[in-house]
Structure formats: structure tokens, C-alpha cells
């Protein structure tokens, strides 16, 4: 991280001395300036989003896309199956028989049942990963996470927040040491202050994605549904009686999707507010940073605000935590896991 921070101080103290704007593109202004600090902020968010929570949700995530592959490769296979001869040639070698497709089938559901496995397993070491940070989750609550579409984001969210405290930290004893140079001071307190800063970045990126993508792919599953819903009713009170029964089998299942896509919003936008109310308490201590670095106060003030940062952090760390879903029954659990899938493959 160190290197990192360094440079996105130096432009940070090149920022203060910059104008607001600039007519010459060639020429340096404050946009430019915040432009190559986001770019390494960015790349310190890639060091700090390293934790064994990230490594064991990659894991999980990577199991999860083989095993959607499997499912899709199974149903293309399923359809081929349909027209292909029992026997084949020799020398149609471009052809496929029943039961070479179905020896594939079964190869691929074999491996969609591992997958399953290790990805239980790995919700057991998530769960005492998350235990071991000081988080009181339960194991039903952790497959919440596994199974959210912001599930990469709420674990990558609180690696960085993690790690962000522990620098945070170690800064503030590295500001002590340094006592009475108060320009390294001044540039420890500079990296405790762009900590600050990618935490808000975090933070809005977390909200858009949730206001601007997953809401937005909510409401057109639920649109949809209660279309479907209006003309399955329709079919109820106007087909044969023999059908109405498959109609409101069918009903059932449109209404448990609209349910839980509900459910579901409604639980993204608890964790929206969430981060909105963290993000304003770091939004008030970053501009209190800021400002006390371009002022360059004495090494003692720097240190006092940083205990005050940190003891901000405190405050909010358990806003860091996902609000997660204790499901009300296994067909919602299920059905939930199905909108996940429904809403990572809208584009």
C-alpha cells in the first residue's frame, strides 16, 4: 500500500497548489489532479480488498458460474437428445448418439453436485472467517450473502473496511513517531485522509450499483410477473376447467416470484440506506482531513484528529455488515437463489 499512498499524497499536496480549472489541457487543474488520484485509489482498493472473506467468495463465485455453465450446457444437451439416433456410424464422426449425449449429461450434473459440495464447505470457512473479524452472523445469513447478487460487493466492502482500520492504525502510530517532523507527519496523516477517500469511493459505487442496476433489473422481473399473473387469471376463469388446475399451479409459482422479488428490494434497499449512513459519517471526517492537510497543522493536532478518525471507524464498523435474510421458508430460499441468477443474466 505504501508506494501507492505515497504517490496519491504527492498529488494531493500538488492539488493544493493547482487552480480550480484550467483552459490549456496541457496545464494541471484540480479535476485532472483528482482524476490520477481516483486512478490509484482504484488500485489501493485492489490491494485492500485482499482477505481470506475475498479469496473464499472468489472461490465460491467461480463454482457458481461453472455450475450455471453446466446447467445451460445440460439443457442445450437435453434439446440435441431429442433428434439424435441411437446408433451412429463410424464415419459420422460430426454426429452424436443418445447415449454418448447422455454419458455427457450425466458428466455434467456430476460436476454442478461437486461444485454444490465445495461451495457448502466454503460457506462453513466464510462463516468463520466473518466470526473471526468480530461479525455475529449465522450460517443461514452467510448463504444470504453467497446466493445476493451484492454478495461480491458486501465482502469486498468489508475486506477494505478491515483493512482500512488496521492502516488507519498503524498511521496513526507511524504520525506519533515522527513527533516533531511535521512534514512526514503531514504525509501520513495525507494517507490516513485518502483512506478516508476510497472509503467514500467504495461507498458510492455500492449505491449505484444497487439504485442503477439491481433495483432497476427488480422492477422488471416483478412488471413482468404481474403481467403474467393478470393473464394467468384470464386463462383461469376462461379455459376449460380441466386446464385451471395447471393455471393456478402456475399461479402459485408467479406469485412466490413476485413475493420474493419484493422481498428482495426490500432488502437491497436496507443495505443502501446502510451504506448512505456510513458513508455520511466518513463524508464529514474525510472533508475534516482534507482540509486540516491543506492547512498543515502541528503533529499533535494530526494525531489527536486521527484518534478521533478512528474512533469514527469504531462507530461505524457495524454498518459494514451486510443486513441479511432469514428466509420464512425453503421454496423463498430457493426462489431467491433463482432471481440472483435471473438478475446477473439481464443486461
Not at 504517490?7 to 499536496?13: I, T
Not at 479469496?55 to 440435441?80: G, M, N, P, Y
Not at 466492502?157 to 506519533?176: C, D, G, H, M, W
Request: with cysteine.
Amino acid at each position: 500500500m505504501h508506494p501507492l499512498l505515497s504517490d496519491a499524497v504527492s498529488e494531493l499536496d500538488l492539488r493544493g497548489r493547482v487552480p480550480d480549472s484550467s483552459w490549456n489541457p496541457l496545464k494541471a487543474d484540480k479535476e485532472s489532479i483528482d482524476g490520477k488520484i481516483n486512478d490509484l485509489l482504484d488500485e489501493c482498493i485492489e490491494v485492500l480488498g485482499i482477505s481470506g472473506m475475498s479469496e473464499t467468495k472468489d472461490i465460491i463465485r467461480r463454482l457458481q458460474e461453472d455450475s450455471r455453465e453446466c446447467r445451460e450446457r445440460v439443457a442445450e444437451l437435453k434439446t440435441e437428445r431429442l433428434a439424435a439416433p441411437k446408433k451412429v456410424e463410424k464415419w459420422e464422426v460430426w454426429k452424436k448418439d443418445a447415449a454418448s449425449i447422455d454419458d455427457k449429461i450425466k458428466d455434467l450434473e456430476i460436476r454442478e453436485e461437486v461444485n454444490g459440495k465445495r461451495v457448502e464447505k466454503l460457506i462453513d470457512r466464510l462463516l468463520e472467517e466473518m466470526h473471526a473479524i468480530g461479525m455475529e452472523v449465522d450460517r443461514e445469513q452467510v448463504e444470504t450473502l453467497v446466493y445476493s447478487v451484492t454478495g461480491d460487493d458486501d465482502v469486498r466492502l468489508l475486506s477494505v473496511f478491515n483493512n482500512v482500520k488496521l492502516i488507519t492504525t498503524e498511521l496513526q502510530r507511524l504520525t506519533a513517531e515522527a513527533n516533531e517532523n511535521i512534514e512526514m507527519a503531514k504525509r501520513y496523516y495525507g494517507m490516513h485522509t485518502l483512506l478516508l477517500r476510497i472509503l467514500l469511493n467504495l461507498y458510492d459505487n455500492y449505491e449505484h450499483r444497487i439504485e442503477d442496476v439491481y433495483l432497476v433489473k427488480i422492477a422488471d422481473i416483478i412488471s413482468k410477473q404481474e403481467e403474467l399473473i393478470q393473464r394467468t387469471v384470464e386463462k383461469i376463469n376462461n379455459e376449460p376447467a380441466k386446464y385451471r388446475g395447471i393455471y393456478k399451479t402456475n399461479l402459485a409459482a408467479q406469485g412466490l416470484t413476485v413475493r420474493t422479488a419484493k422481498m428482495y428490494s426490500e432488502y437491497l434497499n436496507r443495505n443502501r440506506d446502510r451504506i448512505a449512513d456510513a458513508k455520511s459519517g466518513v463524508s464529514h471526517e474525510y472533508e475534516v482531513a482534507l482540509n486540516t492537510y491543506e492547512t498543515v497543522q502541528g503533529a499533535h493536532s494530526l494525531i489527536s484528529l486521527m484518534r478521533d478518525a478512528n474512533a469514527m471507524l469504531d462507530r461505524i464498523a457495524e454498518l459494514q455488515t451486510p443486513d441479511l435474510i432469514v428466509f420464512q421458508s425453503s421454496e423463498m430460499k430457493t426462489e431467491f437463489r433463482k432471481l440472483t441468477n435471473r438478475i446477473n443474466s439481464l443486461d
